[in-house]
């Protein structure tokens, strides 16, 4: 059975930095795409980063430039590292990972992914 369970999360300052972290167990995180979707108060939950064994990682617009996807293979372990944090960040963040690899087309679609984690909130204070 597949476990997702993000940390990480936390009230910061406009400007801040926080890393988030999704430990798996039952999954390695090396082998599929991964990736980090946030869901504010009131709206969809949306596609943050994603990552695949061998292409590029994908970033929102919103976030390029400030949020990097990452893992670690021997930790078997995913991150968010967010520079540059604004209040419009603030949301839960959720870990989601895929039963195999995706199109690098549909890797920021809520759909492409089959586990979840049951989120960690990060706020954003201006």
């Known amino acids: 059975q597949v476990q997702l369970v993000e940390s990480g999360g936390r009230l910061v300052q406009a400007g801040g930095s926080l890393r988030l972290s999704c430990a798996p167990s039952?999954?390695?995180?090396?082998?599929?795409?991964m990736a980090w979707f946030r869901q504010a108060s009131g709206k969809d939950r949306e596609g943050v980063a994603a990552?695949?064994?061998?292409?590029?990682?994908q970033y929102a617009n919103s976030v390029k430039g400030r949020f990097t996807i990452s893992r670690d293979n021997t930790k078997n372990t995913l991150y968010l590292q967010m520079n540059s944090l604004r209040p419009e960040d603030t949301a839960m963040y959720y870990c989601?990972?895929?039963?195999?690899?995706?199109?690098?087309?549909?890797?920021?679609?809520?759909?492409?992914?089959?586990?979840w984690g049951q989120g960690t909130q990060v706020t954003v204070s201006s």
């Open positions: 039952g999954y390695t995180v090396s082998s599929v795409s």
């Open positions: 990552i695949d064994r061998d292409d590029p990682s």
């Open positions: 989601a990972a895929a039963e195999t690899r995706v199109a690098w087309w549909s890797r920021m679609y809520r759909s492409s992914y089959k586990y």
